[in-house]
């Protein structure tokens, strides 16, 4: 067993302090003499073998924790892998702020300190029809904040069938007791009527809340109170009526077979006092807790001081108005958002583009054929449409190419199903085709 200072005075060693701290290349090389000790098997029988060995190590240290991955398992928005891409324009949006100063906080106009919170909310009144919006961190940050503002210490009426679970086992009563408000629950899981919450109605009451349950859908003997039948009941009581959106879908999507996910422009018009959203969902933007309604309960909001542990960045803020922006020409938005291209593409596009990542992957050597496939668009929405796709079945060894994929340079992830690992082009944008192609190629035959 080599020393690790013999190593180290390797010419081609310490060619590697060209581009990496010599302290970093100490590390690789002590990571490999020890891994060498650990596995005789794979002790090198010479220098280029050390060689190689260290500089494996040093690209794994060097390598960012966060990175860019082939989403191929068909499923839209999947959380674990980053929810919504962003639209071109928004990424250069992105790139335009962060270069430089930018007029965050500061007015233009009056050449005097502004907030960096008016800088969408002139966007969102505009698309919803809102008096006045709010964006903040993320969508259970707008929850809390709403709840605090408007009902602290004090009961907040909410139907049993609507205290839903999201995803990382996060629970929407959780996350609402934790604003200071007190729930009272009404009505039973399957059937909640208005009468409920007009029951419910007492001197500790401080507001009404309505949960959209996104991710899950009950059939059968159901009844529920909607937004139209809770808005009278509000403000005959003075009460405000609060609806978590959740995905916050700005154009409908019925034209394209997807429907029962409300537009906020609806909830706003049925009478809530506040509507509370996610900007990485539906919307297709960054994440971003977003909140619109009257211009009364958005300027307590602003004025809480959880604002500010909460307040919204301006690479954020750049992003949300870009997407926004598009959503001004609803075609053009459903054509450069990429959430809503891909789960408004045909079936026929999409088996065009997947047969064609499959001749390039025949002409690498690998053996592969297209395949119908189902899927879905994820991010607790439309929990229950099947998206008609399809899908790369690469023959082999389902588990080792799965692992092959995802440990490569350029991660693939995709899905097992009947023992074989499919790559659904569904959740592939397609001007992606020939690197996503190009990157399973180099992972299988590298």
């Not at 092959?404 to 340079?409: E, I």
Request: aromatic share 2%.
């Amino acid at each position: 067993m080599p020393a690790v200072g013999a190593l180290l005075a390797m010419p081609d060693v310490q060619g590697l302090a060209d581009h990496a701290p010599r302290s970093m290349v100490t590390d690789a090389v002590r990571a490999a003499v020890e891994r060498a000790r650990r596995d005789p098997a794979a002790v090198p029988s010479d220098n280029s073998g050390w060689f190689a060995m260290i500089r494996d190590e040093l690209a794994r240290r060097e390598q960012a924790s966060l990175r860019p991955v082939f989403n191929a398992t068909g499923v839209v928005l999947h959380t674990n892998l980053g929810r919504a891409p962003l639209a071109r324009v928004a990424v250069e949006a992105i790139a335009r702020t962060a270069a430089g100063a930018s007029n965050l906080e500061y007015d233009l106009a009056r050449g005097e300190r502004g907030s960096r919170y008016v800088h969408c909310a002139s966007l969102l009144c505009e698309l919803t029809g809102a008096e006045d919006a709010l964006v903040v961190n993320n969508g259970a940050a707008a929850l809390v904040l709403a709840l605090n503002t408007l009902a602290e210490g004090r009961e907040s009426i909410v139907s049993r069938g609507e205290l839903i679970e999201i995803g990382g086992s996060f629970r929407v009563p959780d996350i609402m007791a934790k604003s200071g408000s007190i729930l009272r629950e009404v009505g039973t899981t399957n059937r909640t009527h208005a009468d409920d919450y007009r029951r419910a109605i007492g001197e500790r009451t401080g507001a009404i809340v309505k949960v959209h349950r996104s991710n899950f859908e009950v059939r059968g003997f159901v009844a529920e109170a909607t937004l139209r039948d809770l808005s009278p009941i509000a403000r005959e009581a003075s009460l405000p009526l609060l609806m978590d959106l959740g995905s916050g879908l700005l154009v409908s999507l019925e034209a394209y077979g997807l429907r029962g996910e409300p537009t906020v422009r609806d909830a706003v018009h049925d009478g809530a006092t506040l509507v509370v959203m996610s900007g990485d969902k539906l919307l297709g933007g960054p994440q971003a807790g977003i909140l619109v309604g009257t211009r009364e309960a958005i300027d307590r909001c602003r004025r809480n001081p959880l604002t500010r542990a909460l307040r919204v960045d301006k690479l954020t803020l750049a992003a949300l108005e870009a997407t926004l922006s598009l959503y001004r020409d609803p075609e053009r938005a459903v054509r450069e958002i990429p959430v809503l291209a891909l789960m408004t593409a045909s079936r026929e596009s999409i088996r065009a583009r997947a047969e064609a990542a499959a001749g390039i992957l025949r002409g690498a050597g690998i053996d592969c054929e297209v395949i119908a496939s189902e899927a879905a668009v994820g991010g607790g929405a439309f929990p229950t449409a099947r998206l008609a796709s399809a899908a790369v079945a690469i023959i082999g060894k389902a588990v080792d190419v799965e692992q092959k994929l995802r440990l490569s340079p350029e991660p693939v992830i995709g899905r097992i199903a009947d023992d074989r690992l499919l790559l659904d082009l569904r959740s592939i944008a397609a001007d992606q085709d020939e690197l996503f192609a190009a990157a399973v190629a180099r992972a299988l035959t590298g």
